[in-house]
């Protein structure tokens, strides 16, 4: 018995149901865990602490023997399962209780915390249930899955941002006036920009099939490779040339090639950058040009006064030779070839002082459209029929300050180039408009930016090759054949047109014809009192005095004096023969006055001209004018003779004497 009770001494005791009992219930309710068990007859028979505090029960509805539903019917009115009726709510679970199923839901309490319920049947004796907060770790969760969300919406909008960027500057790179590539180390394109397909038709889309040996052609190809290969072997090359676009059109470039170096240092590529500089070239050539024509110009206009006082020397004495020895022999023979000689350098002379600018202009306000038109009527005759004249002079009235006379001739030069260039047929138009004109075009052209008047004389001749083309302003540069061309026409144009304030410029291809443009400033047109003539034909006028017959067979000669007839208010008409003159007379009315020249070729002579329009009362005033002194003719009654070159005022007063009283 001791024996028995020192053994069982020796052992611990077992501890007694209730101890063990509290000892369980201290170690639930340790637990983070909820639990909470119910019997078969859904009373609670056990449960921790947790379960109250996680659930969030009164203490008085948590006893020994609580009934399910209590809890249950708690639940549905605190709005634990949504809402919706308690009674239905509460019979819905109470039913799905009694099945004592295994079942695990997640419900989220209205406080926002998340329990995870997991219920457990024991089998014949009712279930367990076990509650877990997982609040925090669905908050993580979600945090992660809100961030993973973010981040994916942010590399979406990088993504699309870039593709963004990427057409930007795409768009950039077409507009910019340049032509960009890249090409790898194998020389095959990854990229090309507009340009490229604007200039040479390469399809931009598949850069990879453009063969610049094709598009640039083999010759330019040539002179572009060495550079190259030098690039892709790591030297940046800039280097200039020519080449000519899908339409023919000659341009010349700045070539920038840059090397593209991987991550290891070795060439992966190459940038290509091309500016075209074809109107930079220009601007350069067209100063350069400018510059020397100006030296050009005090050289020969120096030389040219020396010699205009040389030759008026020559010729006065010359001339008093012939008139003090009138009968001798020797005159014909040896003095008149002398004369015309010494009369074909003092041309040559006016045309070079003209060259450099050192011409006595007399400007007044010119309206340019009414003077364009009157150049085209004054050509048409010496054009060939088949040879078109176009002239578009719009309908705004252009006016500039300049010597009229001396732009009519100017742009008559022009005409006759373009008709030499042009040959049988082809068509020359002319132009006049107002134009503004900005610094970067004035720059090189001398100009000053601002409102102008711009003429243009366009043919569709042979044109001109480079060397003509800076050359044709020197005077005497000519291509043509001797006695064909003297090479003063465009010096002359040159010249005036530069003295005027204005400027000349030249495009021409070889085949393509040529376009002149003349620039002058644009004038206020004169004041409304000084007549509506002015208007009509561009050249200022005292007063209307009708229409004017001018006989003369030296075309310079009637331009000279059609200037002064202009100028004291006639129309004036011309002729070069005292026959064209006498059918003139004869067919125009209204002419108030006729002054021709004596000696005129043909068998009809001046004082004839004059006679005959006497006798058939056809012309207000006459008079008759001569080269020579007026002793050596024979004077008609009551026209007066005048000796050439004679003045406006002269001429005025001889018309005053020459008109019957
Ligand atoms: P000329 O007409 O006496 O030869 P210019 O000074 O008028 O002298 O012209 C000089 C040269 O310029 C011409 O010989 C010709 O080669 C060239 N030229 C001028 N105008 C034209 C044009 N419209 N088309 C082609 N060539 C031209
Ligand atoms: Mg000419």
Same mark, same amino acid.
């Given at each position: 018995? +001791? ?35 119910? #019997? ?12 109250? /505090? ?44 009694? $099945? ?34 997982? +609040? ?83 010759? &330019?190809?040539?002179? &572009? ?7 892709? =072997? ?23 090639? &840059? ?29 350069? /040009? ?15 006064? #020396? ?21 001798? !022999? ?43 038109? +009157?150049? =085209? ?27 009229? +006379? ?11 180039? =373009? ?39 366009? #043919?569709?001749?042979?044109?001109? #090759?480079?060397? $003509? ?39 021409? =291809? ?88 004596? &000696? ?29 002194? !007026? ?31």
């Amino acid at each position: 018995m +001791t024996n028995v009770c020192s053994s069982r001494a020796a052992a611990a005791p077992a501890p007694a149901p209730l101890e063990r009992y509290l000892t369980l219930q201290t170690g639930l309710d340790l637990l983070d865990q909820g639990l909470s068990i119910f #019997d078969r007859d859904l009373r609670l028979v056990a449960w921790n602490k947790a379960y109250v /505090r996680l659930l969030d029960f009164p203490e008085e509805m948590v006893y020994l023997g609580a009934p399910f539903e209590s809890f249950i019917g708690y639940n549905a009115r605190r709005g634990e399962y949504g809402p919706g009726d308690p009674d239905a709510l509460v019979a819905e679970r109470v039913a799905a209780a009694r $099945t004592f199923a295994t079942h695990e839901i997640e419900r989220v309490r209205p406080d926002g915390r998340v329990l995870r319920i997991r219920g457990e049947p024991v089998p014949g004796h009712g279930f367990v249930t076990l509650y877990l907060d997982v +609040t925090e770790q669905r908050r993580a969760e979600r945090i992660i899955r809100d961030h993973a969300a973010e981040l994916e919406a942010r590399v979406a909008a990088r993504t699309s941002a870039l593709q963004r960027s990427e057409e930007r500057m795409r768009l950039i790179m077409d507009s910019i006036p340049a032509l960009v590539a890249y090409f790898d180390r194998r020389r095959v394109y990854e990229y090309l920009n507009r340009g490229y397909r604007d200039w040479f038709l390469v399809d931009t889309a598949r850069p990879e099939c453009a063969s610049a040996k094709r598009f640039l052609g083999e010759s &330019v190809y040539a002179v &572009v490779k060495p550079h190259v290969l030098r690039a892709l =072997a790591g030297e940046t090359r800039s280097f200039e040339y020519e080449l000519f676009t899908h339409e023919g059109q000659r341009r010349a470039v700045r070539t920038s090639l &840059v090397p593209d170096h991987g991550p290891d240092g070795s060439v992966a590529g190459c940038f290509e950058l091309t500016f075209d500089i074809t109107e930079e070239k220009r601007s350069q050539a067209l100063l350069a /040009r400018a510059h020397k024509l100006e030296s050009l110009g005090h050289l020969t206009g120096g030389l040219a006064h #020396d010699f205009n006082n040389i030759l008026t020397v020559v010729i006065g004495n010359l001339a008093a030779l012939a008139d003090e020895r009138p009968a001798d !022999p020797a005159l014909p023979e040896y003095v008149e070839p002398a004369l015309e000689a010494a009369r074909r350098g003092a041309d040559l002379v006016r045309g070079l002082l003209s060259f450099a600018r050192r011409q006595p202009l007399q400007a007044a306000a010119v309206h340019v459209g009414a003077l364009v038109e +009157t150049v =085209a009527r004054l050509v048409r005759r010496s054009l060939p029929e088949t040879l078109r004249l176009d002239v578009d002079v719009g309908d705004a009235a252009l006016w500039t300050w300049i010597d009229a +006379t001396l732009l009519e001739q100017a742009l008559l030069n022009l005409v006759l180039n =373009a008709r030499d260039a042009c040959g049988a047929d082809g068509r020359i138009s002319l132009r006049a408009r107002a134009a503004h004109i900005d610094a970067t075009v004035a720059a090189p052209l001398q100009l000053s930016a601002g409102d102008c008047v711009r003429i243009e004389v366009e #043919d569709t001749g042979s044109g001109m #090759d480079e060397y $003509t083309l800076a050359h044709l302003f020197e005077p005497f540069f000519t291509t043509k054949a001797p006695g064909r061309g003297t090479g003063l026409g465009m010096a002359v144009v040159y010249g005036f047109i530069k003295q005027s304030g204005g400027a000349i410029d030249v495009r021409s =291809a070889p085949g393509r014809g040529t376009t002149v443009t003349v620039w002058l400033p644009a004038a206020e047109p004169p004041a409304p009192d000084a007549g509506p003539d002015e208007a009509g034909t561009g050249v200022p006028r005292a007063a209307d005095r009708g229409l004017a017959l001018l006989v003369d067979d030296d075309a310079q000669v009637r331009r000279a004096i059609r200037r002064s007839l202009l100028e004291l208010g006639y129309v004036v008409l011309e002729a070069d023969s005292g026959a064209e003159a006498l059918k003139l007379l004869a067919n125009t009315p209204g002419i108030t006055l006729l002054l021709s020249d004596v &000696v005129l070729g043909g068998e009809i002579d001046g004082s004839a001209v004059a006679q005959a329009a006497r006798t058939q009362g056809k012309a207000g005033a006459v008079v008759l004018m001569s080269g020579n002194a !007026p002793g050596d003719l024979p004077r008609l009654a009551g026209i007066p003779l005048l000796t050439k070159p004679f003045t406006s005022e002269q001429l005025g007063r001889a018309i005053e004497e020459g008109t019957p009283s």
